[in-house]
Each structure stands twice: as C-alpha cells, then as structure tokens.
C-alpha cells in the first residue's frame, strides 16, 4: 500500500515538472543572454526541417544563416510558433542578425538579460592581438576542420529531438547526418576577429573598419598581381562579394573551401593560382583589418 502511495505521488510530482515545462512561454520584447559556452544556430526560416548537402569533408544546409556564440544579446520579435522564436540578436557591437531559434534553447542555454541593457548596449567583444589571431589561424592550417555553411563553432551543437535534416542527394557519400560544427569562409574571420568581423561577404567587401589595400579583376596584370602577394600580410583577407574568402597566411592563403574539401591551406608556390581564380569569380578587393597592422600605417 505505502508503495503503492508513492508511486502515485512520484508520478503527480513528474505530472508537475511536465506541466510547468510545457508553461513555459517567451513574450515580445524578451531579452536574454547566451551562456558561457554554449552556441545556438539562427535559421532564415521558422520550419524545423531542413535539407542538407553532405560531402567528404562537410555540409551545406542553406536555411543555417549562422551560429551564435556565447555572450550574444538575443530579443524576441515575435511569439513562438511552429516551436521556432522569430528574434533580433546582437552579437557584437557591428554585427547583428535577424532569424529563428528553437524556443528550446530558452530553457536550457539563455539567460534573463535587461531590457534597457539590450537596447543601450552591445555585448563588449576585443580582437584578440595579432600574436593570438595568427595562431589560431595556423591551428586551422594544421587541424583537420569540416566545412559547415553557417557555421563559426569548432564543437559540435547539440539538435537531437529539436529539428529534422534531410539529405538533399543520398547519392551523395560522406558523413551520413547533419552536423552544426565546422567553419565556412567568412566563418574563420568572424571566429578569429572574436565575432567583430561580420559573417558574410558581402558586409566584409564594405568593411567599414578595415582598409582596402588593393581592388583586383581580370585585368589586373601578373606582375601586379605578384606586387600584392609581396605586401599583404597575415590576417589580410581577399574578398569577393556573395562568393567567397581567402586570407593570407605565410605568403599563401587559408581557406574553408567546401563540403568536398574543408578548411585547406595553399602554400606561396600556389597563391596566384589560388587568387586568379578567386578574380575570376568578379572583381575582389584585398583588405586590412586587425587593428595593430592598421595602427602601424597611421
């Protein structure tokens, strides 16, 4: 009988614990912070089923618009619907985007924030100095890093029972499940920068804060092209708009080149190669953007 008793108070007690979970409810104009070292994806849609492309060495799933790092300001912009958040984030102080989150993530990787701070403040971000940039670039040189659209997180976000991936060609051959962990091109600058640099090609071909060295196209000559691989420097970047990213590193170019290929470093024998193609994807422009090589022109 007493065993008996408790089993039912336990499962009243669960009863509650459910009902409270099920509760739990995100209003607009809600603002919170992302915790220490958790990274949450941003999609362009509010869907929870998404098609991927697999390849040898990583994915594309074109609905990942990026992954939010720790310390990111997040407002809600609309209720929740279809289990997806619509949402206003702040990632630094010149970068920000628009998307979905899973309502889940509120519960278990977020945390209050004030309203008046989110809407007077931007989460406070450093470059890290040139020494640290340079290293963690050459660690992606020596390290064996999928390619991932969308992403800048090296650890792998965790979205069992929260969203649906569905292989786009099961012809294709390489890893049989979607994984939110790699980097994409834009996405080692936004990671290296400490999420300053934007995520997107299009916003790092305008850099309000960078410089631009050079602007390149197919009628840039050999010999101008081999003055520009004789003065660019570590952390310099080439860009072409909507395309893609390459950036300098020992005379050569670092690069997360695609899901066939992943993050792939060209050696100084072969970055004209590398940036001939690149100029025949449209006209590039070669830019400067860590702080302490801009200091040192001033």
Known sequence: MIRKNYSCMGRILLLIVCLRSSCFALGIGETFVISEDKYIPLFTSEGIKFEYEAGPHGTNCYDLDTVLPPGTFVKVLNEEKNSTVYVFCKVSERCSFNGFIHAKFFEHSMRSLDS???DLMAPSRDVPN?????KMLNS???TEIPY??????LDEVNLEGLYTFVR????DQGNPSYRCAGLDCSGILHRISSWTLPHSTGQLYNLSQGKC??????KTSDDELRMVLKFIKDTDFVVCPKVHVIIS??????????RNYGVVYTDA??????LKKLIKRGTVRVIRWHPKLLDQET
Do not use: P, V
Not at 213 to 218: I, K, P, S
């Open 249 to 258: 590193l020992h005379g050569g170019f670092i690069e997360a080149k695609g």
């Open 130 to 134: 040139f020494q640290e940039t340079c």
């Open 148 to 153: 991932a659209w969308g992403c800048n997180n």
């Open 213 to 218: 060295l050079y602007e390149l196209d197919e």
């Open 168 to 171: 786009k060609n099961s012809n």
């Open 140 to 142: 992606y040189r020596e």
């Open 269 to 274: 024998a072969h970055a004209m190669g590398e």
């Open 116 to 118: 008046s701070m989110f």
